[in-house]
């Protein structure tokens, strides 16, 4: 992997900065007659340049007296908006189903120059070597990450299983260590509210690292929970999805980071807080992406994209990029770095069209420009990822008996099922009256009831306790002789199967486990759609516009096989998610968590 970009510390250039600003030493970069978008104060700067050192600006305003050379790059940008550079501060990199070299290829033409990426997906499948090899992989890329610890690896232990346990030592070495800058979400809010002493010890470790705390409370008390939540250090959350939660958390200073991604779409939802109430102070709202795929880059964008909905639903422009610039850089705790054009900031510039479509003409990173027009001006390299990277599916094949569930041998038998809702995180439990032929509960395609199955894949040769879970999910609306199969499963990760037949889900999960991981659909016993996964059984080798293709075409077998719902990949991918309520389907069997109850394992047959 050669050189492809370097950044100088702020701390030896200051003399440097000063004298390009007095005109007293050459610039590298001018950029005349911008109309600079101050989100400091909220307002245009019209007929602003912009004088740029070292990756660093020096001068905001007229620099006609700055001094240039044969190496200095003017450019006169009348007309044109000067915008900070976007940063998503809650993100995952896994759900692009790409690693972390082709996704900032993919999103810094869409003006992303600034990521937090919480790694758990790849985490719970690598353990603490996933956080190494995203350091590495990270190396001289011009866009910045800045890796969020991964602090629940399981998601909640003691009901599912994934490929490690993060325990709090390991925090403690990570941040010790450097290799992380923040932490990520703690999803065992119920841990945090009820005091367990091993979650607590991890928040512990990163308020005596003066890390910034970011959170995932799915709960709905906004009283006492809430508050119990927001007084043990979480700083921001991105998982709810009112405007009475947005409020709540703003009000009790936390950042409310809403989200808006391929299938999490609660935007909408939250902006109302703010556009029907007038006058609302937003300085503790951001906006992230959370989990979006390939697809929705190549095709929508990024943060642009986001930017483009929030405005869209009646928001301010103006306070719209502050909410994926200032906001986001003082969430962080690094708005002297990041965040605003002002002087002695990280010169991270958008050139941009205009404030309503957004269209991203060029993007600057440290002063470089390293996208035009929505290309990249310079590809970025490749990453070689050790052998114990790809190789991560240890799961011997499956049989039609590995998804036998038995029943009292009745006609019917009342069963939990998991009813999924398009475009939301949570699920709700529902009783459905199942079929059971030859003592053995069917699916039932007719009332759009399918099986389900959770298999453990990260160690060989296991016994079969606690390797499997089976379920029932229903909103999925395949058709009889359907089934689909993914290893992304969060945040376990475990080999995920849902179908209408037992030999197409086989199929299905054969498919994977010969490929190492990935997607598949059969129709008719008949792989219709497969895309391998091989790093982690989670991402692809390969760019983001082959990977969208794969993805696209994922999405159109589901729709083939009868799902009518947009992205629902990233649906079905959070059966698992054992943190959020109602039912998920762990590899230890159902998990129930209602409102004011701890979460726990409940039979799939209710006698």
């Known amino acids: 992997m050669t050189s492809f970009h370097t950044r100088i510390p702020h701390h030896l250039i200051t003399r440097d900065l000063a004298a390009v600003a007095m005109g007293q030493k050459p610039a590298d970069l001018i950029l005349r007659n911008g109309k600079l978008v101050d989100v400091c104060t909220a307002r245009i700067k019209e007929n602003c340049d912009l004088a740029v050192y070292k990756g660093y600006i020096a001068l905001v305003g007229d620099a006609s007296h700055v001094l240039t050379d044969e190496n200095t790059r003017v450019a006169d940008v009348s007309g044109k908006y000067l915008c900070p550079g976007l940063i998503d501060s809650h993100m995952h990199v896994e759900s692009s189903m790409v690693d972390l070299r082709s996704f900032a290829a993919g999103v810094l033409p869409c003006g992303t120059t600034t990521i ?26 011009p866009l910045k990450v800045l890796t969020a610890m991964p602090v629940c690896v399981p998601s909640l232990p ?3 299983d994934s490929g490690a346990t993060i325990t709090p030592k390991d925090v403690k070495q990570a941040y ?49 929970g809430l508050n119990a939540y927001i007084a043990s250090g979480m700083t921001a959350d991105h998982e709810t999805t009112t405007a009475t939660g947005a409020q709540a958390r703003a009000g009790l200073g936390m950042y409310v980071q809403q989200r808006y991604g ?100 060029q993007v600057f990173s440290d002063g470089v420009k390293v996208a035009e027009k929505g290309e990249m001006l310079r590809p970025v390299s490749s990453f070689k990822y050790p052998d114990t990277a790809i190789n991560t599916m240890h799961l011997k094949l499956l049989s039609p008996l590995d998804f036998h569930i038995a029943a009292p041998g009745t006609d019917r038998v009342r069963t939990r099922v998991i009813q999924l809702v398009p475009g939301r995180v949570h699920t709700l439990s529902t ?23 959770m298999f453990f894949r990260h160690k060989p040769n296991l016994p079969a306790e606690n390797t499997r879970g089976l379920g029932l999910v229903s909103g999925t609306g395949f058709k009889p002789g359907t089934a689909y199969a993914s290893t992304v499963s969060h945040d376990c990760h475990n080999l995920l199967v849902v179908g209408m037949d037992d030999e197409a889900m086989v199929l299905a999960a054969n498919t994977l486990i010969n490929s190492g991981g990935g997607l598949a659909v059969v129709q008719d016993n008949r792989v219709v759609s497969h895309l391998p996964l091989p790093l982690g059984g989670l991402m692809s080798l390969s760019s983001v516009e082959t990977t969208a293709d794969g993805v696209s075409s994922i999405e159109k077998a589901l729709q083939q096989i009868g799902c009518p719902h947009v992205a629902f990949e990233m649906t079905m991918s959070l059966l698992g998610l054992v943190v959020l309520g109602e039912l998920r389907l762990s590899n230890r069997g159902l998990v129930e968590m209602k409102e004011g109850q701890a979460p726990g394992f409940v039979d799939l047959i209710v006698l």
């Open 431 to 453: 009783i459905v009256k199942m079929p059971v032929i030859d003592g053995v509960i069917s699916a039932d395609p007719g009332n759009d009831v399918a099986k389900a199955g």
């Open 158 to 160: 003691g009901m599912e």
């Open 176 to 224: 010790a260590s450097g290799l992380v800058f923040l932490q990520g979400e703690q999803m065992n809010f119920p841990g945090v509210m009820y005091g367990d002493q091993t979650v607590h010890e991890i928040v512990g470790h990163g308020l005596a690292a003066n890390k910034v705390l970011t959170g995932h409370y799915a709960g709905e008390d906004l009283n006492a």
């Open 116 to 141: 937090c990426p919480d790694i758990h997906e790849l985490t719970n499948v690598l353990g603490m070597d996933a956080i190494g090899l995203f350091q590495e992989s990270s190396a001289d890329l």
């Open 262 to 361: 391929s299938a999490w779409l609660d935007l909408p939802n939250l902006i109302t807080a703010i556009t029907e109430n007038p006058g609302t102070d937003t300085r503790f709202y951001t906006m992230v992406t959370d989990d979006v795929t390939s697809a929705t880059i190549v095709e929508e964008g990024h943060l642009d994209r986001v930017f483009r909905k929030a405005v869209s639903l009646g928001l301010n422009p103006i306070i719209a990029l502050q909410m994926i610039t200032i906001n986001a850089a003082q969430m962080l705790e690094q708005s002297r770095w990041i965040g605003s054009l002002t002087p002695g900031r990280a010169a991270d510039i958008l050139v941009v069209d205009n404030l309503t479509d957004f269209m991203v003409e």
